[in-house]
């Protein structure tokens, strides 16, 4: 019969032996990905930057928010498919696929989820790229009638003749807003007091 000792020693034994062989047959897989995040981090920061330089000479820098959303999305994307490369790399590529399929799903929900919000974002990207709908411009959107003081991804806001501000999500004022002509010399506003 082994003694307690004996079988300690051929347990550690044959679990570093293990743990060796392990890293031995690991440390191709392990190159290969260290090589390639450096490869994908160099070119996903240079994609980024020619996105990001592209739309910056088609937008004027009023509408950096375009801008910054685009790349940001853009980025997103490439990061995704650089972490389930990788995952590929190192033999994992049935994980990835998983990741890939669930990701797809979960996008799925996210976008119905934040439909209203994605809504506001398209109808914002229009509305800043309209020549017709400018700050200090006089519309009248969504049952408000007032001077447009800021034009946001997902708002637009308002100033009343009373100098209040109504804030208007960007799909209510897409859909229908008309610009107001220039009040005329020497006219007198009419706010109902007596």
């Not at 994609?47 to 928010?65: F, K, N, T």
């Not at 049935?94 to 797809?104: M, Q, R």
């Not at 790229?129 to 400018?134: G, K």
């Not at 447009?148 to 637009?156: C, P, Q, T």
Request: cysteine-free; hydrophobic content about 50%; charged content about 20%.
């Amino acid at each position: 019969m082994q003694s307690s000792v004996g079988f300690l020693t051929d347990l550690v034994q044959g679990t570093v032996t293990e743990i060796q062989r392990g890293l031995v047959d690991a440390l191709p897989k392990l190159i290969m990905a260290l090589v390639f995040l450096s490869i994908a981090y160099v070119g996903i920061r240079l994609a980024l930057r020619l996105v990001h330089g592209a739309l910056d000479a088609v937008y004027p820098a009023e509408q950096d928010l375009i801008v910054n959303l685009a790349t940001t999305v853009v980025g997103v994307f490439l990061w995704f498919a650089a972490a389930l490369t990788l995952l590929k790399i190192l033999g994992m590529g049935d994980i990835a696929a998983s990741l890939g399929t669930a990701a797809g799903f979960i996008a799925l929900g996210v976008s119905y989820a934040l439909s209203s919000m994605i809504a506001d974002t398209v109808a914002g990207v229009y509305l800043l790229r309209d020549p017709d709908f400018t700050p200090e411009d006089r519309v009248t959107a969504d049952g408000v009638t007032g001077e447009v003081r800021d034009i946001g991804l997902r708002k637009s806001r308002f100033r009343l003749d009373d100098g209040d501000t109504v804030v208007v999500a960007n799909s209510a004022v897409e859909k229908k807003w008309t610009l107001e002509g220039e009040p005329e010399q020497g006219a007198q506003v009419v706010d109902g007091s007596p």
